[in-house]
């Protein structure tokens, strides 16, 4: 049956939309953070070190309380990563209710990555340069075949190949964060790479709020405008867990962050 909805009521619908997107940027910081300084400082309680060529893919466990820092060889990196909890893999990285749910899709320092479940996966406790791409995913065989060079790989093909490694397959990928990808819309809702948001020496570090797979690939995002290029090698440092302040920003950032954590502790 088809309804339709009068002017007054898409006008009351708009309202409880506006209230409730009032309600929550209220709660958030009136400012996040400055970001991380450069170059990254000496890491303490390194587990391992690993070097991901251009091109290729890893596949990760970290356990709760751990962080994972990626720092790109030179600009032009992107790195592609996808998450579950190790404990049901089934409960996967949802980037829609990510952006959602915190009002903004600029996933940077103090804000969280949630699950499907309504958990918090990762914390976003440094970032240098708050240019990652919650939007448009990673590239696929499509985006690179116009370049006619079948020395490069895209990130379906290699997500696809990690997920095997974890005992997962393609209906298993979610939706893909692109750390280290500056896209933005333009005011006419259009994207757009903004590559004066990256600059060398930038890193990121993610800590994990369950036990943890992930995977990521190193590929050219699908706007870069080295997309036709094999991008720099990135470094991932695997950082041993660290008591959690009570106040931790990520933690406390927002009401959503807030009911993520609550839900964690409830598992």
């Known amino acids: 049956m088809h309804l339709h909805r009068t002017p007054d009521q898409i006008a009351a619908d708009r309202r409880r939309y506006e209230d409730h997107q009032r309600l929550?940027?209220?709660f958030s910081p009136r400012a996040l953070p400055a970001p991380s300084p450069r170059p990254m400082p000496a890491a303490e309680d390194v587990l391992t070190t690993e070097t991901l060529p251009g091109g290729w893919y890893t596949t990760l466990t970290l356990a709760k309380g751990e962080c994972l820092r990626l720092a790109p060889g030179?600009?032009?990196a992107s790195v592609?990563?996808?998450?579950?909890?190790a404990r049901d893999t089934s409960e996967?990285?949802?980037l829609p209710d990510t952006v959602k749910v915190q009002w903004t899709t600029e996933l940077t320092?103090?804000?969280v990555i949630f699950s499907d479940m309504g958990r918090v996966l990762l914390s976003i406790t440094?970032?240098?340069c708050g240019a990652h791409d919650a939007l448009t995913g990673g590239s696929t065989p499509a985006t690179i075949a116009r370049f006619g060079d079948p020395a490069l790989r895209n990130t379906r093909d290699n997500l696809v190949l990690a997920a095997a490694k974890l005992g997962l397959d393609r209906r298993d990928l979610p939706a893909v964060l692109s750390l280290f990808a500056p896209v933005r819309v333009d005011a006419a809702g259009r994207f757009e790479w903004r590559a004066a948001m990256c600059a060398p020496g930038d890193w990121v570090e993610l800590r994990a709020e369950m036990d943890l797979l992930l995977a990521l690939s190193n590929c050219a995002h699908p706007l870069s405008p080295a997309a036709a290029e094999v991008p720099p090698a990135l470094t991932l440092t695997h950082l041993a867990a660290q008591p959690v302040a009570a106040d931790d920003l990520c933690r406390?950032?927002?009401a959503e962050a807030i009911r993520g954590f609550?839900?964690?502790a409830r598992a």
């Open 252 to 254: 406390t950032a927002t």
């Open 126 to 128: 440094e970032d240098s």
């Open 80 to 85: 592609a990563l996808a998450a579950w909890s």
């Open 262 to 264: 609550e839900n964690n």
């Open 74 to 76: 030179a600009a032009g």
């Open 24 to 26: 929550g940027l209220e």
């Open 109 to 111: 320092k103090g804000r």
């Open 92 to 94: 996967r990285m949802n």
